[in-house]
């Protein structure tokens, strides 16, 4: 049977040029890059410079990324963002990238699902490839977190960093098995009863402000690894396959611990574990894209691997992906 896959065709990702070491957020805060290093695994991160914006992360990572695969702007049918760090409250940050692609044809959106939203991206971008309303899409994942930050806070400022990483998807022929190559499924979940585990104190309809980042760490902790391992264990039982099958364990890069909790408890060695935590932080919906493309770009991805993302964030939101790559 002949089946419309999403083949990811290109990828690219963007981080901008200030680096702050843990030894930098020592002078701002009472911390020590030891207390960060042991309990997160980061060591630096990445934050936009005055005036530098979610908009213009992104364009560099979608960039990147058309040139990877080969094509231009007007190849595609559908830009989606999904950032919860929006340039302004509207018109959407995806409108804003489609215009500085000198796109004139398609549609932008942005997706809001905080550090889940470039697997609910992915999810979103996969219904509209195989319904056959879009051939092509741009999905970036790009935040500026360090906008959110509280630099009084230090069980929140240490945690966070900007950047952006985005992937081309095509509409690809398949026979409907886990050979084929695509987005093979996503599954997508949120319990917003748990939405005072992380959230911001301010909101445009609330106080009229972005307010800042709040976090419960240890409880959100708590729920990470449980969650994570639903969603993976739903998507690999709906392609028939199980953990041992995957090539590539690519996850939310939001603690070294949380990923190695849930790599162990998946059976899944750490040899197959992308981390890049201690290169950028918690970067939210940018860091499942950051990983993906470090790890194509140094070659351990190869084509007809089978790769399994994951992400759990804020509402609460989580979700994983299987991609045969
Ligand atoms: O992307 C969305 C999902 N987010 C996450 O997955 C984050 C999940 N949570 C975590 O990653 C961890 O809970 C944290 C890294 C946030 C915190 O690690 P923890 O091991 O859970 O530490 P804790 O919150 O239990 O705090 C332990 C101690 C406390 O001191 P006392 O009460 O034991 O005296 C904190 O005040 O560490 C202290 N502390 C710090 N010390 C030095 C908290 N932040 C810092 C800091 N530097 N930056």
Known sequence: MSVIRSAVIGCGAYLPAKVMTNDDLAKLVDTSDEWITERTGIRRRHFVGEGEKTSDLALKAANAALADAGITAADIDIVIVATTTPDDTFPSTATKV?????????????????????????????????????????????????????????????????????????????????????????????DGRLGNLLYTDGGVSSTGTAGKLRMLGREVFKHAVTNIAAAIEASTQAAGLSTTDIDWFVPHQANQRILEGTARKLSIPAAKLVSTVAEHGNTSAASVPLALVTAVKDGRIKRGDLLLLEAMGAGFTWGAALIRW
């Open 98 to 190: 489609q215009a500085q692609l000198g796109m004139t044809r398609g549609a932008a959106f942005d997706v809001q699902a905080v550090c889940s939203g470039f697997i609910y991206g992915l999810s979103i971008a996969d219904g509209l490839i195989r319904t056959g309303q879009a051939r092509t899409v741009l999905l970036i994942g790009a935040e500026t977190m360090s906008r959110l930050l509280d630099w009084t806070d230090r069980g929140t400022c240490v945690l966070f960093g900007d950047g952006a990483g985005a992937v081309v998807l095509r509409a690809g022929e398949g026979e409907g098995g886990n050979h084929d190559r695509g987005i093979l499924n996503t599954k997508i979940y949120s």
